[in-house]
């Protein structure tokens, strides 16, 4: 595509409010991502069905969040290196199609089913991993189509060799704060977890 075609392109989408040209034009802001690779990650973000990305500061230490509705990443993934930020990117858009897929019901089961605490740490050990070699094998992908170099893209995540007991305090403090706010539809989950995460300014 034609380089001012695809900025004219992106400036009708971000007055138009479109969330996802708005977060790749702050990732383009610091690192400038050639056309090829902005078309290619705007691509993956849009068929996930993301309604909404943003940067935002965080209130605890993890680098995003994925709602069913959107996702969060920690501001300060901007400062760790392209690549890393795509890693991170890919993670999280990867529970956007795990939520297109099973539903938000579905996903926050773990935290509003019947099931066992170690039952609800053994399904997020598995989201997350699941996750983590999605978007490991997004970065190869990327690396094929010579968007991204080779020596940058080696993520060999994080989740797989976390013990389930890793996830045994997050369930529960999760699982408290949802009965104690008595909500439990994934639009009201979704809420709340954003309002958790997200510092107000």
Do not use: W
Not at 154 to 174: A, D, N, R, W
């Amino acid at each position: 595509m034609d380089s001012l075609v695809f900025k004219i392109i992106k400036l009708i989408k971000e007055e138009n409010g479109d969330s996802i040209s708005s977060f790749l034009n702050t990732i383009d802001r610091t690192y400038r991502m050639s056309d090829e690779l902005r078309s290619k990650v705007d691509e993956f973000i849009r068929k996930s069905d993301c309604e909404k990305i943003e940067f935002a500061k965080f209130k605890m230490p993890a680098m995003g969040i994925a709602l069913h509705n959107g996702v969060l990443i920690n501001q300060v993934v901007l400062n760790q290196g392209l690549e890393n930020l795509l890693y991170i990117v890919f993670h999280e858009i990867a529970h956007q199609y795990q939520f297109k897929k099973y539903g938000g019901e579905k996903m926050y089961e773990l935290y509003t089913g019947e099931m066992s605490i170690q039952e609800g740490c053994k399904m997020m050990k598995n989201i997350e991993t699941v996750a983590d070699e999605f978007a490991a094998r997004k970065m190869r992908e990327f690396v094929k189509l010579g968007v991204i170099k080779e020596k940058d893209a080696k993520f060999g995540g994080f989740y797989k060799t976390t013990p389930e007991s890793h996830f045994h305090m997050l369930v529960m403090q999760i699982r408290d704060m949802l009965k104690k706010s008595k909500v439990s539809e994934p639009d009201k989950i979704s809420e709340l977890f954003y309002n958790f995460v997200k510092i107000n300014i």
